[in-house]
């Protein structure tokens, strides 16, 4: 029988945890990509082992990598979004905070998604319509929950939308820091764990339409229930951009209220 989609993008991101882990401690060459950017071998391996089983089930899919960008067909309906290892910096610093992304956008719509911990050795998964983490070849739904306050606030550059918003702002903010708990993990793993509880909300700047790094935790979330918009509220990928992602639509509030109040004293 034919691999399905949702499995065809675990069984890639598994792939790319698997080399995440074998590569863990090791001294890694490091690729310049900018001057504040870099690749690690890790980077490079890990995604190798995605795209080849990508491209042995799916020869005629596109692909656009996080190394190697994009890849197969001009015009291609089918696209998969590959982040090997995001965390690269936490990876090198041999924290292990790190995400695999591997996510399919059929059209306009992302219709299978997988984010694995490599070091949980979890992967958070959908097949577009609802969201699961699988451990132990045992999938459980995930269920989002606002109970822990914690928010993860992406501080990476770029800030498109500077200096009306800054994410960096809601840290010293009073009304944030009396309703929740900022934490900055720096990977996307944190946006799967909106989906799955563990965090009431997400907020990041930028562009992320076919974002390599977000689109796996964006369908998670989409597919667990969370409230998810661009930092003023639009639908994503409208408007200013950028990601707010909450739990509930409680939270998803406040938080809105906290950027509005912070925009107005910026411009």
Known sequence: MPITDEELALTAAQAGAAVVRAMWGT????????????????????????????????????????????TGRDGAERMW????????????????????????????????????????????????AHAYVRRDAR???????????????NLDPPFPNAPAFRAVGLLGDSGFAERFRPRVVSTTLAVAWVAAGRRA?????????????FASGIALCQAAGCVVTGIYGEPLYT?????????DQETHDALLEIIAIGRSTRT
Request: proline residues 3%; negative net charge.
């Open 201 to 213: 909300a997400y907020v990041t700047d930028g562009h992320l339409r076919d974002s390599v790094h």
């Open 239 to 247: 408007g200013a951009g950028g990601l707010v992602v909450a739990a």
């Open 27 to 70: 001294s890694l060459t490091r690729f310049a990509k900018s001057a504040d950017d870099f690749a690690t071998a890790a980077d490079i391996e890990a995604e190798k082992a995605i795209l080849d089983v990508i491209r042995t089930a799916r020869p005629d899919d596109a692909v656009t990598g996080e190394e190697s960008g994009r």
């Open 139 to 153: 999938d459980e739904l995930l269920t989002p929950s606002a109970e822990s306050r914690l928010v993860d606030v």
């Open 81 to 128: 979004l590959v982040d090997p290892l995001c965390g690269t910096l936490n990876y090198a610093a041999r924290t292990m905070l790190v995400a695999v992304n591997v996510a399919l956008r059929a059209g306009s719509a992302v219709m299978a998604a997988a984010c694995a911990d490599p070091f949980a050795d979890e992967v958070f998964w959908t097949d577009g």
